[in-house]
């Protein structure tokens, strides 16, 4: 069993910058793909970012892409979802996903991941 935790969502301003934590627990970590996903109220769940294991490739949605990275510490079971330039129609619930064990593809959906996080909300005003 897999357990993932995030954190580090908040209310900031249009252009600020904010750093998603997402810890797990249970399996070995270096071989699972990792994501994030986002749901809007009345949207449906889309896909961000993700990062397959051993750091061979980093997948963003276009609507991120230059302003958010994903990163991974395999030591510390972790992966991180680094904002920048925030803007208001990025506010939503952020949920770390993982993939257990890695099988290589399908990262852009939801279906193709095994657990979830509780969530995060990010607020960002205009």
């Known amino acids: 069993q897999v357990q993932l935790a995030e954190s580090g969502g908040g209310v900031v301003q249009a252009g600020d910058s904010l750093r998603l934590s997402c810890a797990a627990s249970g399996r070995t970590f270096s071989n699972f793909a990792l994501g994030w996903f986002r749901q809007a109220p009345g949207k449906e769940r889309e896909f961000v970012a993700a990062?397959?294991?051993?750091?061979?490739?980093?997948y963003y949605a276009d609507s991120v892409k230059g302003r958010f990275t994903i990163s991974r510490d395999n030591a510390k079971k972790t992966v991180y979802l680094h904002m920048n330039s925030l803007k208001p129609e990025d506010t939503a619930g952020y949920y770390c996903?993982?993939?257990?064990?890695?099988?290589?593809?399908?990262?852009?959906?939801?279906?193709?991941?095994?657990?979830w996080g509780q969530g995060t909300q990010v607020t960002v005003s205009s």
């Open positions: 996903t993982a993939q257990v064990p890695d099988q290589g593809g399908n990262y852009y959906y939801s279906s193709a991941y095994d657990y």
């Open positions: 990062i397959s294991r051993g750091f061979s490739g980093t």
